[in-house]
């Protein structure tokens, strides 16, 4: 069974900076995507970047510029490094992964920006 684990959340201000983990529990190339989600108070879950295996990035209309998704293969693990974070950006992020048409979902950590 594919297990995610998310880290890194917290409470920043406004103007700061986090950077989310998402520990795999095999090998991230068995994935064909990796992907980060938010999902704000009261609002539907959406979609904030993701990698794929040959390393194609996208990134969700609300983030470029601000957000930067990467991976170290040797840890198994995907970042999204957030910069100059606002409000905006407060939410439960999850960390998702696919294999073929099967996903797999992360806990969540939980992000909030607040001065």
């Known amino acids: 069974q594919v297990q995610l684990v998310e880290s890194g959340g917290g409470l920043v201000q406004p103007g700061g900076s986090l950077r989310l983990a998402c520990a795999a529990s095999e090998n991230i190339f068995n994935f064909n995507v990796m992907a980060w989600y938010r999902q704000a108070p009261g609002k539907q879950r959406e979609f904030v970047a993701h990698i794929n295996v040959g390393g194609r990035i996208e990134y969700g209309d609300a983030v470029k510029g601000r957000f930067t998704i990467s991976r170290n293969n040797a840890e198994n693990t995907v970042y999204l490094q957030m910069n100059s974070l606002k409000p905006d950006h407060t939410g439960v992020y999850y960390c998702?992964?696919?294999?073929?048409?099967?996903?797999?979902w992360g806990q969540g950590t939980q992000v909030s920006v607040s001065s």
């Open positions: 998702t992964a696919r294999i073929l048409q099967r996903y797999y």
